[in-house]
């Protein structure tokens, strides 16, 4: 099982960005049982949970991202997204995706995208 991110880069203040994971070699099942997540990492700190979406569908914004961060996924294609706009310079962090089965007793985590966004 392989997650790989994408769509990280550099932006302006104020731009967007649309990160994707993609689950490959996991079976649909493990894919749809599992609690989906991004995290950001700064340099020294620990990751942490920016955005999360539940197998129900419940979602969990952190406070520094509410109202501009959007988590959503596609179970048929098993890819989970997360929507960035108006970004800021505090968002500049290496964004990881997390995928946690409960059922399957699995988590899974991408290799990372580098998000920046010059002050």
């Known amino acids: 099982v392989q997650l790989v991110e994408s769509g990280g880069g550099l932006v302006q203040a104020g731009g967007s960005l649309r990160l994707s994971c993609a689950a490959s070699g996991m079976i649909l099942s493990v894919f749809s049982s599992s609690t989906k997540a991004w995290y950001a990492q700064t340099p020294g700190k620990q990751r942490e949970v920016v955005a999360r979406?539940?197998?129900?569908?419940?979602?969990y914004y952190s406070d520094s991202v509410k109202g501009r961060f959007t988590i959503s996924r596609d179970n048929t294609r098993k890819r989970v997204y997360l929507q960035m706009n108006s970004l800021k310079p505090e968002d500049t962090a290496v964004y990881y995706c997390n995928l946690n089965s409960a059922s399957y007793r699995t988590d899974y985590w991408g290799q990372g995208t580098q998000v920046t966004v010059p002050g």
């Open positions: 979406i539940s197998t129900d569908g419940t979602t």
